[in-house]
């Protein structure tokens, strides 16, 4: 069983960044990040492929927020910049246990196995 825990989160201001972490207890295959907002469905956000080579973004947020692995630690990084109230939602790391081909794949949250508990990113306005 793998364990993700997250962190990063916390209150900024619209404009701000944060970078949120998702450390696994070993290598995983695909993960991502996704989020939920106040009475909003779970989203996908951002994820990063097994070698890292590939990305895949969310429309809403392409050229703002960044994802990035080390393998070595085993971590998974969400970088987030020019923040806006409306990216307001717990943020959730997710990973695989199977290496994917199809790119669609990686924005199906049902596609992930193992999960975090999530962390709070609250922008103000």
């Known amino acids: 069983q793998v364990q993700l825990v997250e962190s990063g989160g916390g209150l900024v201001q619209a404009g701000g960044s944060l970078r949120l972490s998702c450390a696994a207890s070993?290598?995983?295959?695909?993960v991502g990040w996704f989020r939920q907002g106040p009475g909003k469905e779970r989203e996908f956000v951002a994820a990063?492929?097994?070698?890292?080579?590939?990305?895949y973004y969310a429309d809403s947020v392409k050229g703002r927020f960044t994802i990035s692995r080390d393998n070595a630690k085993n971590t998974v990084y969400l970088q987030m910049n020019s923040l806006k109230p409306e990216d307001t939602a717990v943020y959730y790391c997710?990973?695989?246990?199977?290496?994917?081909?199809?790119?669609?794949?990686?924005?199906?949250?049902?596609?992930?196995?193992?999960w975090g508990q999530g962390t709070q990113v609250t922008v103000s306005s």
């Open positions: 997710a990973a695989a246990s199977k290496l994917w081909i199809v790119a669609a794949n990686y924005r199906v949250y049902t596609n992930y196995d193992y």
């Open positions: 070993e290598r995983c295959y695909a």
């Open positions: 990063i492929s097994w070698s890292g080579s590939s990305t």
